[in-house]
């Protein structure tokens, strides 16, 4: 058997950065910038109120008391999307302005409406405004010239937002790679009902949606029968076409798995005992130029295989900076027993926080073909070889789904808690 960090490091060699492409904003969501995006106008474009109210001019309002108001004449009415460029704020004078409206010239702050009374075409003011309140800058978000996004960060929905706001409509980005995936094993069926013998495929909508997830774009090439032509015919296919070919199935010892064959005839494939249970089989290489990672057939193996050693390289394979999924520490509320085996086992679990305090509790049923274990886990409990984790015990978990607060505890209750 080889430890976890060779195995995965195999597989991170597999392929780097994919080639940048300069592709439109709305294509280029769950991709990464391949270079910088330097600020060409500046943001916000002009200098504009943070509120509704009056634009003054300060040096007016200096000697406004609530004993002796300073009353100013109201000269305009400015709102959102006008251009004020007939407005002159002069001595003596007010725009009445809302939220988002360009400062008018001759004005240099905003005194808001709740503060000043309005009588008529006259406001009194009972304090002094001082330069520059509520007045957001020309520039101040982002100026010209600066670099606002660096090389490698992903298109979120709030980039998009901001690359949309800076009226940047193209970025340079790493092609996002194509991830064929396909399933191999005579078991496996679309009929209904199932006939004797017969079950579902569910890795490969499993791992099809995993592809997804992690950035790539994903291609289903099927299920595939235990038959060395056909199977010949589908890495062919998956080679001509994809970045990245995914199979389940067939990487271990069975009399036909012909997947290792029809591999071992058409590329380099490097075959794996890895430490850890489960998904210790694993299938790394290369079709031509393609990488390939054979994951083992067994439901939840395939999935957390494709965890430790498919998404990383995915996330490589777009550029990404962070290839890794998380690992924090949990207290196990529930002993997590094993026994010294020579392996990492990767305990499907549910981390939730308690008290401001991550805790994990085990599912009871960790065969590697119990997928309902796995479709409750949030977290894998790493439970090093040896004779488990006592309750109450730190362990560490890396995350593979969302971490729920407390049950029907909000923001508010935990700030007050
Ligand atoms: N004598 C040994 N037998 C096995 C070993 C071993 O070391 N010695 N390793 C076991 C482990 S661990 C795993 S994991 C599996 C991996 O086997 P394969 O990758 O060759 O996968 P298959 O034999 O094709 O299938 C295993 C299992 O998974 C089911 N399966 C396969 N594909 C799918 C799919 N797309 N959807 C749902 N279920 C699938 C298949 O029916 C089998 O039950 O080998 C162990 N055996
Ligand atoms: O590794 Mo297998 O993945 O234990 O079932």
Not at 89 to 95: D, F, I, K, L, R
């Amino acid at each position: 058997m080889i430890p976890l960090a060779e195995a995965q490091a195999a597989a991170l060699e597999l392929a780097g950065a994919r080639p940048v492409v300069e592709v439109g904003i709305d294509e280029a969501l769950g991709a990464v910038l391949a270079a910088p995006v330097v600020v060409a106008d500046p943001l916000p474009p002009f200098d504009n109120t943070g509120m509704d109210g009056f634009a003054v001019r300060s040096v007016d309002t200096q000697a406004a008391s609530r004993a002796t108001p300073v009353t100013l004449s109201i000269v305009a009415t400015i709102a959102a999307g006008h251009d004020p460029n007939d407005v002159v704020v002069t001595a003596g004078t007010a725009a009445r302005i809302m939220t988002g409206a360009p400062i008018p010239k001759g004005a240099d702050a905003i005194a808001i409406v709740e503060d000043v009374i309005v009588d008529g075409s006259e406001v009194h003011l009972t304090a002094p405004i001082a330069a520059g309140t509520h007045v957001r800058r020309r520039g101040s978000d982002a100026a010209a010239g600066e670099r606002v996004l660096a090389e490698g960060t992903p298109v979120t929905p709030a980039v998009r937002g901001l690359l949309a706001s800076l009226g940047v409509r193209k970025v340079f980005v790493h092609r996002r790679p194509r991830v064929a995936v396909f399933s191999t094993g005579d078991e496996l069926t679309d009929l209904d009902p199932l006939p004797p013998g017969k079950i579902h495929d569910s890795n490969r909508p499993a791992l099809l949606a995993l592809v997804a997830e992690a950035g790539g774009i994903p291609s289903d090439l099927g299920a595939i029968p235990d038959d060395p032509a056909l199977l010949g015919r589908a890495f062919d296919e998956a080679a001509a076409s994809a970045d990245l070919i995914l199979t389940s199935g067939g990487v271990s010892v069975g009399d036909f798995d012909y997947t290792k064959q029809v591999l071992a005839e058409r590329g380099t494939m490097r075959w794996m005992q890895v430490a850890i249970k489960p998904a210790k089989p694993l299938a790394i290489g290369r079709m031509g130029q393609t990488p390939v990672i054979g994951l083992p057939g067994n439901p939840v193996s395939s999935i957390v295989s494709f965890e430790l050693f498919a998404r990383p390289l995915i996330r490589k394979m777009l550029g990404a900076r962070t290839w890794h999924r998380p690992v924090l520490t949990a207290r196990a509320l529930e002993p997590i027993t094993r026994h010294p085996d020579g392996k990492l086992h990767l305990v499907r679990a549910r981390a939730h926080v308690r008290s401001g305090e991550l805790v994990v509790e085990p599912y009871r049923l960790q065969g590697s073909h119990v997928l309902s274990g796995l479709a409750g886990a949030n977290v894998l409990a790493l439970v090093p070889d040896g004779d488990g984790v006592a309750a109450g015990e730190p362990v560490r978990v890396l995350v593979i789904g969302e971490l729920d607060g407390p049950a029907g505890v909000s923001i508010v209750d935990a700030l007050e808690a």
